[in-house]
DNA sequence: CATTTTATGTCAGTGTTGTTGACATTCCAA
DNA sequence: TTGGAATGTCAACAACACTGACATAAAATG
């Protein structure tokens, strides 16, 4: 992939603090603007960035248990349940006992769970795609590139399988 | 820069919703540890991300005033006044009655101040080097350009002045 | 000079999202 | 049958955001 400049990866790679200071600051800002338009459409559901994070990895893995989505998201049991159970009460997740294991629960979305994270996902990928359009190909894959290497380890499985997950 | 490639922008730019489903967790798990050592060095010192956020920007813009961290920072005043508080209390932050305006307050780092920001400092831009290093120059480009358009146009400003400031 | 606006600080209340700790239930597995 | 894993729930708490209201000082404006 790529090194298709005429300079070497050594010389280019000189960092000061201040490349790197920039770096940082992007991330903040960017990741702000990464939120934004889901977070406007949260606030009409009186819902927050916990619902829409369950939603996107619910409908990305359906079927997918408690567990895996502690391990996914990162956060407390009581916590994801807080907001798993809104999401159940209010009709956009569906919440199965296990077949193999009955202690687990099998998450899907329902119908109108499905319309709720396309609408979030639209609004989400929507600004990915103008920001890919405005940055250019190269900048695609750097970009992703730059990220991968940024997440913890752990971390990394979570994205880098299923490179590209039957469809 | 870049477009050095031998495909043109538009063959690469064909953007699957699985091409920016993929971008879109790369930010979530990323984000997060973009922020996992500066949290736990944080924990060790009873402060949050708000605290790390209102240090960097002070150190960034020495003198700066509460209302240009207001718009940098984007949140509401009371929110930012319980974390300077805290700062100016605990003695990291010197906030100085303004010599041209006396109603403004021009914020600053003592000394103290300025170890704990190098501190958290040195940690993310340890991982932001680790990445940069990983991913290859091309991507580093990708990424910034990536992430600038990715902004909302005005927090661009904040992010785009001084491109190089005085050093 | 009087009035208004601006910059800041503060108090009170609320909501979301995270945390710990404790405990109950269910059920697979040794 | 006992142990442990998976899940759910209750209570309490903390960080960090919000709104609304009010106070003070000083600049700006008439």
Known sequence: MAESGSQSSESL???TDEQLRRGIEAMFFAYRGFTADPDRILEQHAYGRAHH????????????TVNNLL??????KQSLNRVLRALVDD???DSRVG????????????????????????AQRSRMR???RAAGPEAVAGFRNVLEAMMDPEMRKHFSDSKEPAR
Chains 1, 2 share one sequence.
């Open 99 to 122: 077949t193999r294991d009955k202690r687990e629960r099998n998450l899907y979305l329902t119908q109108s769970g499905t319309a709720l994270e396309q609408e979030l996902s639209d």
């Open 91 to 93: 009709g956009l997740v």
């Open 13 to 15: 790679l000189f960092l």
């Open 53 to 64: 994070r369950a939603l996107h990895f619910v409908a990305r893995y359906p079927g997918t």
């Open 71 to 76: 391990d996914i998201l990162g956060v407390t």
């Open 130 to 132: 103008a920001a890919y």
